[in-house]
């Protein structure tokens, strides 16, 4: 069995070992959870993804449970209760970007039923025409942010080498 090359030396008590197994590439159909995986890639930027993993109990409960209609409902008192909570990235750009996407999401179910649902009516799309239509909705949505949130929830190839047991996991998926 031949592991990505990301995780194939590390230890097994490492967060990215169990996110690779078990959630990376694999589709997701909640629009909660769509989001909630957006929210901890826009908390990526700049930073490792182990630290995020390692919070991400935290985003979730700081983030109503990842509700877009709870987010997009924010006010300024939820922003500040953001920015001052030390179990995430108190980082005002990505708070206040987080709070405007759900908002656009919330604008996107209305229209497409849902954000899974527009995701779909948009696939395929070459990663450039995926930026493109993302940077024209949402905010802090950069090259690597929308690569990495549409290969984590399998949009994009390229999450899993074909060599590893997840990738031929993925397939059977598709």
Not at 22 to 47: T, W
Not at 157 to 162: F, N, S, V, Y
Request: glycine residues 6%.
């Amino acid at each position: 069995m031949t592991y990505c090359q990301s995780v194939r030396r590390m230890d097994s008590n490492n967060p990215n070992v169990h996110y690779h197994d078990h959630e990376y590439g694999f589709p997701l159909h909640d629009d909660d959870e769509l989001f909630g995986r957006l929210i901890l890639e826009i908390n990526q930027a700049g930073l490792s993804w182990t630290t995020i993993l390692n919070k991400k109990d935290n985003f979730r409960l700081a983030y109503s449970n990842f509700s877009i209609n709870q987010i997009a409902n924010y006010n300024e008192v939820d922003r500040n209760r953001l920015l001052n909570d030390a179990g995430i990235i108190r980082n005002r750009l990505k708070v206040n970007a987080t709070i405007y996407n759900a908002q656009q999401i919330f604008l996107i179910q209305t229209e497409y039923g849902s954000f899974k649902n527009w995701l779909d009516q948009h696939h395929p799309l070459s990663k450039p025409e995926w930026v493109k239509l993302f940077k024209r909705h949402f905010k802090f949505v950069g090259g690597e942010i929308v690569n990495e949130f549409l290969m984590s929830t399998g949009y994009l190839p390229g999450a899993h080498e074909p060599s590893c047991p997840v990738y031929a996991k993925l397939q059977v998926l598709k």
